[in-house]
């Protein structure tokens, strides 16, 4: 069962077991061993059982995890065995990446609205969505249950668009924007800065 001192680290490795487990699976894999994960994930098997074992008894001595057993297990942690839906404000090049490749990902997490404040975007259909004007934001997300925002707005805007989803009612926010941005603590909020990455990854050139 889930405690709460379970650190970030650990549920930022579940999507990439899960991931791989997939993988398996599609091979018709039936059974791994932590050594096997921890090979071809290039972690410490210890790590990989103590992850998992903050969840429950999943594997067995000598022969391993089931593969579909442990995609079953880790989707339920995830709550990835139910559709969850995502909200997205920005429909600029980034946005309309993310809804793209939303399209064709085979897991739970759906964007199901788009929104921007540019008027020349509202009603241009990115796939299968429609651009929506900010003005219809809290009702979408209520009507839509959307549980997840995305932000991949200018810097300048991202506190306005946080604020907007957290008003109506969104729990989680993936922050594109190069800003922090302030939410209240029942909110959970993630970054992904790509100047930052691409910043840290040249400490590591020769």
């Known amino acids: 069962m889930k405690t709460p001192k379970i650190s970030e680290a ?15 699976q599609k091979n018709d894999i039936h059974t791994v061993s932590s050594q096997d994960l921890g090979q071809r994930l290039d972690l410490n098997p ?5 992850d998992l074992a903050y969840f429950g008894e999943f594997g067995k001595k000598g ?9 079953e297990k880790i ?3 995830l709550k990835l065995d139910r559709t969850v839906h995502v909200a997205l404000v920005g429909a600029g090049n980034l946005g309309r990446a993310l809804c793209n490749y939303n399209v064709y990902s085979q897991d739970r997490m759906q964007i199901v609205a788009v929104f921007d404040a540019v008027p020349e975007k509202i009603g241009e259909m990115i796939s299968h969505l429609r651009v ?7 009702e979408t997300i209520k ?4 549980r997840i925002g995305i932000i991949t707005v200018p810097a300048v805007e991202a506190q306005n668009v946080a604020n907007q989803f957290v008003e109506a009612g969104v729990e989680a926010i993936l922050n594109f924007a190069p800003a922090v941005i302030k939410v209240p603590e029942h909110v959970r909020v993630q970054y992904t800065d790509l100047t930052t990455e691409l910043q ?7």
């Open 132 to 138: 929506q004007p900010m003005q219809e934001l809290q």
């Open 75 to 77: 989707s339920q942690i």
């Open 200 to 206: 840290s990854l040249a400490y590591y050139l020769d």
């Open 46 to 50: 210890a790590q990989i059982r103590k």
């Open 143 to 146: 009507r839509q249950e959307v």
């Open 10 to 24: 650990v549920v930022r490795r579940l999507p990439v077991y899960l991931r791989f487990l997939n993988e398996l």
């Open 63 to 71: 022969i391993g995890y089931d593969v579909s057993y442990l995609i």
